[in-house]
């Protein structure tokens, strides 16, 4: 071969190779727009439908049918502001607990919001209150939970399909894997925005963030909450969940505690379709350390809630409420002062490790 047929080739191979470079990088350009135009994404879990009616009550009021249409409200409201919305259900169906934890998780979403609502043999209890998954959990807390699982026993072969669950047993409970563990912070946080819109916005009484092992929440894997609504066996607020306006109030709560939540976590919109994470750190007090495995219990921990507790070797940390603001936390770490925990401290959790804040 002639050196000039040689240099020859050598352009020729250039161009060819800048091309594919400009193809490259054209295409990753593609590829980057795209996952900056993914929308958040919120799947919508209206429980109960079809020969599931909900919880029975005295009032014939179906539950199924309330919980549906303040999802669908929901979801319209998330839908204006550029959210993605997925729903289980969108109409009076029957629907397996696995199938709307697996809804959930092929879409890979960001929020599982499921809507309920609460029913007890005693009619004057009202109330709302807004549940995470965990396993330190009153008789109460696990009574609730006990209920909702028991859909299971409408479902065909559930014995196979849930593999020896029992929803009746509390071990089936505990011996659950912590699936949901990495995101419990997140859901306490919404959890917590969603109970506080209905107490200041809707007058709700307000029950609390709680704990307990529901079955969809357990294999869901992102940020979960289960919303017990109000009590349809209590009548006045039976009335009230029943009615059009409640269900559209209930939503845009819902909906005004969602956006509280991504702004806390520093979500940023940008022409309605894309987001970026701002702070990914997690502010706690860290209010005691022993060796000692105390339940997380407002009696162990001199009246604070919002209690959580990380074991490092053979020793237990334990922390008081969470916040994304740091001068959120700060408060909260005097209030721990003030309840006698004189050497609290304030500690950040990003990407599942603590790091230690100057404070």
């Avoid at 993605?84 to 109409?91: A, E, L, S």
């Avoid at 919001?113 to 998954?133: L, P, Q």
């Avoid at 959890?191 to 307990?212: C, E, M, P, T, W």
Wanted: net charge positive; with cysteine.
């Amino acid at each position: 071969m002639s050196k000039i047929s040689s240099h020859l080739s050598y352009f020729n191979l250039t161009l060819t190779t800048k091309f594919i470079l400009i193809l490259f990088i054209f295409n990753g350009l593609l590829i980057n727009k795209a996952i900056a135009q993914e929308k958040f994404k919120i799947v919508i879990d209206a429980g109960h439908g079809g020969k599931d009616p909900g919880r029975p009550n005295p009032n014939g009021i179906l539950e199924k049918n309330i919980v549906l249409n303040i999802a669908l409200n929901l979801g319209r409201e998330l839908k204006k502001d550029g959210n993605q919305v997925i729903y289980t259900r969108d109409k009076d169906v029957f629907l397996k607990l696995r199938q709307r934890a697996k809804i959930a998780n092929e879409a890979d979403a960001d929020l599982f919001i499921s809507i309920h609502c609460n029913a007890f043999h005693d009619s004057r209890v009202y109330g709302s209150e807004t549940y995470v998954y965990g396993l330190h959990v009153s008789k109460a807390n696990f009574d609730v939970a006990l209920k909702e699982n028991e859909v299971i026993f409408l479902e065909d072969n559930f014995e196979k399909n849930y593999q020896g669950f029992d929803p009746n047993a509390p071990e089936s409970l505990i011996g659950l894997t912590l699936m949901q563990e990495e995101y419990l912070d997140q859901s306490i946080l919404l959890a917590s925005f969603i109970q506080d819109n209905f107490a200041s916005i809707l007058k709700l009484k307000n029950r609390g963030v709680k704990q307990s092992g529901f079955w969809v929440l357990h294999n869901t894997y992102m940020p979960s909450v289960l919303i017990e609504t109000g009590f349809i066996t209590n009548p006045k607020e039976g009335a009230y969940l029943n009615s059009s306006k409640a269900q559209k109030d209930i939503a845009n709560s819902i909906f005004n505690a969602v956006n509280k939540y991504k702004t806390a976590l520093g979500i940023i919109e940008k022409n309605d379709i894309s987001y970026t994470p701002k702070n990914d750190i997690i502010y706690k007090v860290q209010i005691a350390a022993s060796r000692r495995k105390l339940e997380l219990k407002s009696y162990n921990f001199k009246g604070l809630k919002e209690l959580s507790v990380k074991k490092e070797g053979r020793l237990y940390r334990y922390f008081y409420s969470l916040s994304y603001d740091y001068n959120e936390i700060l408060k909260k770490k005097k209030t721990a002062i003030a309840k006698g925990y004189k050497k609290s401290f304030i500690v950040g959790f990003k990407n599942g490790k603590i790091v230690n804040i100057n404070n």
